[in-house]
């Protein structure tokens, strides 16, 4: 068996000087996926990188513009807060969707981002509350959208000794909910067949004056469906337009077959799922409201 070395820095500059160099490094969240994928052997590395001792990477504000979210932030501690749950409901039911109350106690929206699973809960939820990544590096600071981090299945944008170190969703505006909906075969602890997050924001007539659409594991990667918020917008989401914008997510789609589920199921799940998600997040603005 090889040996691993293990650095528990409380810094980024002593995150960022131990990855330096260091090529088979591997940086450790919740270890959630990670010491899963070491068992299976998927994962040799030489070096672990625990960031959860750096306070900024594990803490989270929520003020007037927006969410910043330390990327190691357990997701149960965000899950846990009210005013985070009444802001973006959609984004926590899609974290507390990850595994069981056990993960959940480790895990976090950074790993599972950085994890790159095509079926990763936490990013269409991510996508449409325009959610931005930002990264330290050896080159410096950057910061990317995040609907541009994940590049394909297990991989992200990052190069090598960078570490995303929080992400930030603006403030919704008034008038303005989201909703996260995926279907799994089994009632828990799997992964999705197929996700979606809808982002809406109506005018006091109830007509939608900007939405989202992300869809999740019908793709190498979460995608933003422009096409299904353009047939939202400027509707007051009746039937027609929820069909238009499930039709747009289902020819979005370009899902494998598997044994969760055949491609042409998954196109077709995952406009059930979109029709849905928006009408949760219309009911919720009017809820609000
Ligand atoms: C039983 C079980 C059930 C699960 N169910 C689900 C589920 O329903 N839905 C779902 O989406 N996922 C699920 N997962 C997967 C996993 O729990 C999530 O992806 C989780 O969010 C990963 O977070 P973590 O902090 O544990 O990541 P880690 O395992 O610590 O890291 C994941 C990867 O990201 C890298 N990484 C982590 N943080 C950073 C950073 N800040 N900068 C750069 N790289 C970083 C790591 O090197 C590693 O490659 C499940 C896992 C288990 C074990």
Sequence with gaps: ???????????????????????????????????VQMKLGIREPGLIVDI??????????????????????????????????ARYPGFMEALGLIGSSQVQGRCSAGGNLC?????????????????????????????????????GPGKNCLGSGEILVSIDLPLPAPRSSDAYLRFIPRTEMDIAVAGAAVALTL????????????IG??????????????????????????????????AAASPITDKRGTAEYRKKVVGVLVRRAALIAKARIEADS
Excluded at 223 to 242: K, M, N, R, S
Aim: hydrophobic share 50%.
């Design 1 to 35: 068996m090889q040996s691993v070395q293990y650095a528990a820095p409380t810094t980024l500059a002593q995150a960022t000087q131990a990855l330096q160099g260091a090529s088979d490094a591997k940086i450790l969240a919740g270890g959630t996926d990670l010491l």
């Design 52 to 85: 959860k001792r750096i306070p900024e990477l594990t803490a989270f504000t929520l003020g007037e513009h927006g969410l910043h979210l330390g990327a190691a932030l357990t997701s149960a501690i965000l899950h846990d807060d009210a005013q985070v749950r």
């Design 115 to 151: 994890n790159a699973s095509p079926a990763a809960d936490s990013v269409p939820a991510l996508i449409v509350n325009r959610a931005v990544c930002n990264i330290l590096g050896p080159a410096g600071e950057r910061s990317v959208a995040v609907e541009a981090f994940t590049t």
């Design 203 to 214: 005018d006091a007539a109830g007509v939608c004056t900007a939405a989202r659409v992300a």
């Design 217 to 250: 594991a019908v793709a190498p990667t979460a995608l933003l469906v422009p096409a299904a918020a353009e047939a939202l917008i400027g509707t007051a989401l009746d039937d027609t337009a929820l069909a238009n914008a499930a039709a747009a997510a289902s």
